[in-house]
C-alpha cells in the first residue's frame, strides 16, 4: 500500500506525456507514502517500503491540499473552480488519510450533498488504487454498497454518507459515527450539516480531527454567513485553487470559457472566486482587504479632531433590533485624507431601547474605557441617529432622550442646510458614500472593519451584512421587512448614519478631495 506522489507542471517543450491524453508535463518533486503492509500482524503495520507502489500526478497548487501537513491548520475549506480537479484531490487525500491510520482500526468519513456525488467520490477511490489495497485482496470483498462502507487491507475503514435530508423526521444521516477524518464534497450544498460533521471527530488520535472541505462559491446567505463564520475560526484554513492552476486541462480551454461567459461567471466557475451575491449591495466589499487591523505604527487618532469627540457612533433603532455600530478616524502616515474603522458592533433584540443604551455603554467602559460618568475627564462617545420626525416611518425624539439620560451627546445624522432643521439620508446616496469609503473608482479604500490576529472582525454582523446584503425583488436596497429575523439592512444603515455627516458629498467638493482633512 504505497504511493508516488509526483508534482507536475505543463511543458510542451521538455515535457512527457506522463497521463494518458493529457498536456505533456515535468515532474518538479516528488514524495513516498504508505509501504509493505503485514495484513497478519494484530494490528496491521508497516513492514518496508513498497515494491510495486502506485504512481499520482497532481500540480502545485493541489500539493498541499492533498499531503495536509502538519503545519496547515487542521481543517482546510478548499474554494474551487469548475475543472480544478476538487474530487480528486479529495480521493488522494482520503487515501492518505488511511495510509497514515494503518493499524488504528478507525474511520475515515466522506461526505457528499447527494448521493450522485458519494459514487463520483466512490469512483475516484477506487481509481487510485488496486484491488490489493482492499480486504480480502478484492474489491468485491473491499466495498459494502449497501453500507457505504470500504473495508482496506491496513484494518482501516471508509464511510460515505449523503447529507440529504429527505425529510425533517428523518433527522441527520451523519449521527452515530466515529471518524479519524473527514472529507467533505461541495460543502457548500452541506451547510446544514456540518456541526454534525464536526461531532463525529470524537475518536481522531490525539484530538487532531483533520477535515478537507472541497467548495465551489455560491450565491447563499447561509453559506456565506457560515464561510465568514469558518475565516474567524483559527482551527480553519481558507484555500483557493482556480481551474488553471490544474496541469491536466490545456491552457487553451480556460480562454475559449472566458469568450463564453460573463466576467462573473468566469471568476466563479473558472478562477474559483466569489464575486459575492448577483444583486449585491455593497459591490466594493472585499473581505480580504475591508478586514484589517488598526496599523500599530504610522497610524495617528484624529477621531477627536473630526467628529470633536473621541468615539463616533451610528444607531439605528427598530422594532425588532438595535443595532449601534462603533468607529474611529485616523490618519495614515502623511495622507491628507481621512481612514475610518468600525471597532466594536452591539446588537440587541427583543429588548428596551434603554438596555441596548446600557449595553452599548458598558462596551464602551470594557473594551475602550470610555463613558464612565464617575469621571468628568472620561472620553466620551458621539452618537448620529437616523432623524427624527411626526411621521410612522421616523424615530421619536425618545430614542434621543435615552442616549442623553445616559450621558453621551447625540444629534441627528443630517440637517437641511442652513436650517437646522432634521433632513434625511437618502438610501441610495448612502449606498453610494459606503462603496465609494469600501473602494473607490481610484482603487483607494477608506472603510475598514477592526479584527485580531486571526483574522475574526471585530464587527461580525456588519461584515457579514456588508458581504451578503442583497437588492430585493425591484432592485431596490431595502430589508425584508416581513421576515426581520434575515434582514441585514440594519447594520450598514448604522454603519450610514455614522458616516453622512462626514463623508457625503457636499457642493463643492470634488471626488477627489473627498475625505480630506482639512
Known sequence: MGVILRVVVQDEVSGDELVAGKPKLRVIRETTHGGMVDTHARPPRYVGPSRKPQVWHCGEAQEPLILHAAGEPLRLLVYGAMGAGKTEILAMWAWLQVLALI???LQVGLTAPTQERTVMIRDAMVRRAPESW??????A??????????RFANGVTAKLVSTKLNSSIEGSRIQGYNWAACGSDELQDSVHADSDIEARGRAAPGGRYKRLGTCTPKDSADWRAFSEGVRAI???GLRTIAGLSNPFVPRDWWDQ????MSLRDYQRKAEGLDPGPERAVYT???REHNI???PRIGATDITLRVVTESMLLGNDPGSYRDVTILLRCLRLGKSDVRHWWAVGEVTTEGQTFEAHVLAVKALLQSAFNMQHDDDPESLRGLVRCEPYGDSEARPDHYFYKAWRAEGFRVTSAAFRNGEGKNARVPLEAGVEMINRLLCNAAGVRRLFIDCDEHGKPACPKLAEALQSFERDAAYKAKGDKRHKEHDLSDWPMALTLALWPYERLKDGDGIRRAGAIY
Open 103 to 105: 493499524g488504528t482500526g
Open 284 to 286: 466594493s466589499y472585499l
Open 234 to 236: 483559527p482551527l480553519w
Open 257 to 260: 470559457l472566458r469568450q463564453t
Open 141 to 150: 470483498k473491499g466495498w459494502s454498497e449497501r453500507r457505504q462502507i470500504f
Open 134 to 139: 482492499y480486504r480480502g485482496g478484492t474489491l
Open 292 to 294: 484589517r487591523p488598526i
